[in-house]
């Protein structure tokens, strides 16, 4: 019910095998073909983002971004943003 409102506008929603946070290792081939990503506590850092060309946004729900290296976010062009309360 939660990916209604993606599906409806067209996405594909993936999930990993188990939950994370994975290891930028675990983490890439689930994000190689993503535009964007609903994050948890997984590493986007330099690793990941180089890894995952296509990845233009990391939405990290609930608050902060201590998983998020956000200049690593700018050096790739990938908007970085949080969904506080969502948690």
């Not at 409806?8 to 930028?24: D, E, F, H, I």
């Not at 330099?46 to 609930?62: I, M, N, Q, S, Y």
């Not at 050096?75 to 970085?80: E, T």
């Amino acid at each position: 019910v939660a990916e209604a409102p993606l599906t409806s506008a067209g996405c594909r929603v993936v999930y990993p095998a188990r939950m994370g946070p994975l290891p930028a290792a675990e983490l890439i081939p689930h994000l190689r073909g993503a535009d964007a990503v609903i994050a948890a506590t997984d590493p986007y850092n330099d690793e990941v983002l180089e890894a995952c060309p296509r990845l233009k946004a990391v939405v990290r729900w609930g608050t902060g971004y201590d998983s998020v290296d956000l200049d690593a976010c700018t050096r790739h062009g990938v908007v970085a943003c949080n969904a506080p309360g969502l948690n």
